[in-house]
């Protein structure tokens, strides 16, 4: 028997020579090195992750359209909150006369300034329904005594009837804020005097020796005349 030939023998020492590349056996897959790993191939029947940046869009709701109010919806609740406030609206003005002006009763302040019997009192006579007393009151101060009634005209404006025995050069000044004569009143006593007053008002002033009247407002010029003419 022969022996082996040294050629016919697989080296075990792998290492090359001096000089010399390694070389790499080819009969089977490199296994991987430490500390890398290892490839992994996907098989076919797996989904790929999906990207964290895409979100299915929600299924639109059906009932979407059921909750969207329409405009004769939204007239009819209107409607409904209108019907009480119109109801309570209507009783305010109907029998509570919500609109109508507070009056008062002169009677009290014309008696008390009758008792000061500072000046004769002379409270207006003769006028229609339509005059309606918003205020009354009489003021005792240094120099005398001053009357004041207040009146809303059938028209709906203001006048005031003034009755005083304080002087005249202060009175004037204070009622009529600066207000200025403007020559005789033409009214059957023609006593009395056209003034100017505050703002967009006139006035009506009787000058006597014991007292002084002065009617004023934003009245109308025949309105203003009805209440001096009043005046007895």
Partial sequence: ???????????????????QPPVRSTAGPTPPTAGEPALVESSG?????????????????????????SPRDMALSLLVLLVPIAL????????????????????????????A????????EGLSSGWRTVSARYQAEAGGGTLRIGYLTPEGRGAQLVESNVAADKLLPA??????????????DG?????TARGNEQALVLLEPNRTVIVVGDARDNELRQLATAVR
């Fill in 88 to 115: 309570l609206l209507a009783f305010y003005r109907g029998v509570l006369g919500g609109d109508e002006p507070a009056t008062v009763d002169p009677a009290p302040a014309i008696e008390q300034a009758r008792s």
């Fill in 175 to 188: 009622e009529l804020k600066g207000g200025q004569p403007q020559g005789p009143a033409d009214l059957a």
């Fill in 191 to 195: 006593s009395w005097q056209r003034y």
């Fill in 45 to 69: 029947g797996v989904a790929p992750l999906a990207d964290a940046g895409d979100h299915a869009a929600p299924p639109a709701r059906k009932d979407r359209a059921r909750s969207e109010r």
């Fill in 1 to 19: 028997m022969e022996a082996a030939h040294p050629a016919d023998r697989v080296p075990t020492d792998a290492t090359p020579p001096d000089g």
């Fill in 117 to 124: 019997g500072a000046f004769p009192v002379s409270p207006p």
